[in-house]
Nanobody, 121 residues
Framework: QVQLVESGGGLVQPGGSLRLSCAAS????????TGWYRQVPGKQRELVAG???????NYADPVKGRFTVSRDNAKNTVYLQMNSLKPEDTAVYYC???????????????WGQGTQVTVSS
């Protein structure tokens, strides 16, 4: 069974930094696209940043220049480095991954359990 386990959330002051990690465990063939999303109460979950297996990245406008998404394919782990954090970045952050089960089989979409990021003085 495939699982995505996130870590690295917490409380940070405005202007500070955090790094989130998301590790995939279980039996699978490969991870294709991965992404980080965030959600605040009463609002829809929104894409923060994404990265493909080839390393192409995309970012939501509010985080461009402050957040960096990266991945370590050998460790099946994706990271989100968040710098210059603002109170409006406060949310639950979720990892998402499209995972192939075999070389010729299909793929499935998975979500992590979420990690709280709070930016406050």
């Amino acid at each position: 069974q495939v699982q995505l386990v996130e870590s690295g959330g917490g409380l940070v002051q405005p202007g500070g930094s955090l790094r989130l990690s998301c590790a995939a465990s279980g039996s699978f063939f490969s991870i294709t696209a991965t992404g980080w999303y965030r959600q605040v109460p009463g609002k829809q979950r929104e894409l923060v940043a994404g990265i493909t297996s080839g390393g192409s990245t995309n970012y939501a406008d509010p985080v461009k220049g402050r957040f960096t998404v990266s991945r370590d394919n050998a460790k099946n782990t994706v990271y989100l480095q968040m710098n210059s954090l603002k109170p409006e970045d406060t949310a639950v952050y979720y990892c998402n991954a499209e995972i192939r089960h075999s070389a010729v089989g299909g793929s499935s979409n998975y979500w992590g359990q979420g990690t709280q990021v709070t930016v406050s003085s």
